[in-house]
């Protein structure tokens, strides 16, 4: 009987002026308990593969726990496949243990997805794939790179990924039904589908001061990734462009200097690109980062949506608790709902996914 377990932390996207280049890992784990058990010579479960799942939406019926449906199970088989693995091996159990909130904005689908690539690395016994490796094959599904690239590698990265051609470009992601054999969770053709091409994504990791802690503060309700983007205009102001593109190049220093300088981190959060459209799906948003500065909340450096939200991010020193009460105040007052439930947590920079082998 083999056994391990892989650690993939949540992240959060965009950071400040950082939309779709900086993420950052934060330490609530996505964790998936495989055994394999090579006595058995046959299997009763489709692809040789038990899913089971504890957690974030466990009481909802959106997880499927069929491995020909369910994400990370689907991305671990398309791993398997570019290397002629037809299914897992017999006799493979994945249980679930997700305690990162769903639609939220804090990279669930991001941590699903690396965690479904290093799943088909170790069933697979696929140990040439290094982590610049696995990035790719991260990529052809998720074309997020700051939410697969915080948590793949952990820590506080900006990434970038490689020019596409027009058709690609034009398309935020590859949907798994092209490269999984057609069709999708049906008959298995045996066709072997399209390996990633090299180098698609690069990353850098950058300094994280570590005094700053990450607070976040996550609202009761969903916004869909997709109507964060729908939001967001097709052209931009040049003068909206060079705001972000001039906090950008302070941010990453600003965060990993010692001791850090509150009023500098704070103007370089930053950002005109994404937040100000974003705000009629969250309301509050606005009032929230216009009204928060150190200077009127001890402890605060800055603020940000979370990746597509409506998750909000507030990096401090300390007094983190009034400084969730004053967002959560905030959230509640422009709300349609003024008892909106808020729950948040005090978050560091995570570790990367890794590997865990029980000795």
């Known amino acids: 009987m083999?056994?391990?377990?892989?650690?993939?932390?949540?992240?959060?996207?965009?950071?400040g002026p950082g939309f779709d280049v900086i993420g950052l890992a934060l330490s609530v784990y996505l964790e998936l308990h495989v055994t394999i058990d090579r006595s058995k010579t046959k299997s009763e479960h489709p692809l040789n593969c038990r899913v089971t799942y504890e957690g974030q939406g466990e009481e909802s019926g959106d997880i499927s726990l069929d491995p020909q449906n369910n994400l990370?199970?689907?991305v671990a088989l398309y791993v398997l496949r570019c290397h002629d693995q037809r299914s897992f091996p017999v006799e493979t159990h994945v249980h679930?243990?997700?305690?990162?909130?769903?639609?939220?904005?804090?990279g669930s689908s991001g941590a699903a997805v690396v965690a479904g690539v290093m799943l088909g690395k170790e069933v697979g016994g696929l140990h040439h794939l290094d982590q610049d490796r696995l990035f790719d094959y991260c990529l052809m599904i998720e074309r997020h790179p700051d939410n697969v690239g915080a948590a793949l590698f952990g820590g506080f990265v900006g990434t970038y990924l490689m020019p596409l051609k027009p058709e690609d470009a034009s398309r935020v992601e590859i949907p798994l039904?092209?490269?999984?054999?057609?069709?999708?969770?049906?008959v298995d053709t045996g066709k072997r589908p399209p390996e990633p091409p090299h180098g698609i994504g690069h990353h850098i990791k950058f300094p994280w001061n570590k005094e700053i802690k990450a607070v976040a503060i996550i609202p009761d309700f969903i916004v869909p990734t997709h109507d964060a983007r729908a939001v967001l205009p097709p052209n931009y102001q040049r003068t909206d462009v060079v705001f972000?593109?001039?906090?950008?190049?302070?941010?990453?220093?600003a965060l990993g200097q010692s001791p850090p300088d509150p009023e500098l981190i704070n103007l370089a959060m930053q950002d005109k690109v994404h937040q100000p459209y974003r705000q009629t799906l969250?309301?509050?948003?606005?009032?929230?980062?216009?009204?928060?500065?150190?200077k009127t909340t001890p402890g605060f450096l800055g603020v940000c949506l979370s990746g597509a939200g409506p998750t909000i991010l507030a990096l401090a020193l300390s007094n983190f608790e009034d400084i969730a009460n004053q967002i959560i105040a905030t959230l509640r007052k422009h709300n349609e709902n003024k008892n909106l439930d808020c729950k948040w947590l005090v978050l560091e920079p995570a570790e990367g996914t890794h590997v865990v082998r029980s000795s």
């Open 2 to 15: 083999e056994s391990f377990v892989i650690k993939t932390p949540c992240s959060s996207a965009n950071i």
């Open 72 to 74: 990370i199970t689907r």
């Open 96 to 106: 679930i243990k997700n305690p990162i909130p769903l639609g939220r904005g804090l």
């Open 177 to 186: 039904s092209e490269v999984l054999p057609a069709p999708a969770g049906g």
């Open 244 to 253: 972000n593109l001039q906090r950008i190049a302070l941010l990453p220093v």
């Open 282 to 294: 969250i309301p509050g948003l606005c009032e929230i980062v216009e009204a928060m500065s150190p």
